[in-house]
């Protein structure tokens, strides 16, 4: 384990004890009533507001820009069919469900690198 996922980790642990005090006043709350249906409550309640908490806990930073490369594209910029790149994603630029994802050769990518980084499209 790393550092990094120990720390997760402790902080998941911790996260994970917050969910008992909303266990607690359901279970006071609905007291009288049948003990599994109120667990189901109380658990329904934890997951509408965990799910947020837990995405962040569990997000992935990227740092370093991620390309995918592929044999015999053509160029969407100059039609070349070679062996061709695509920006994925970077911190702020997302195009993992690309559905007409458009490769290019080495010359045009740097190109169209260029373009964006200028435009301000991704940093
Ligand atoms: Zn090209």
């Known amino acids: 384990m790393t550092m990094q996922l120990i720390k997760k980790y402790l902080f998941y642990l911790f996260r994970w004890q917050l969910s008992t005090p909303i266990l607690a006043i359901v279970l006071w709350w609905l007291r009288g009533y049948n003990g599994i249906i109120v667990t189901i409550i109380a658990n329904f309640i ?5 799910f947020w908490v837990d995405r962040i806990i569990f997000r992935v930073e990227f740092t370093n820009p991620l390309w995918e490369i592929r044999n015999n594209i053509v160029c969407a ?3 070349k069919v070679c062996e061709g790149y695509r920006l994925v994603k970077t911190k702020n630029y997302d195009r993992i469900n690309d559905k007409h994802p458009e490769f290019r050769c080495t010359e045009c990518s740097k190109e169209k690198i260029k373009e964006l980084s200028e435009r301000g499209v991704i940093i």
């Open 46 to 50: 934890g997951g509408l507001i965990f």
């Open 77 to 79: 910029s100059c039609g």
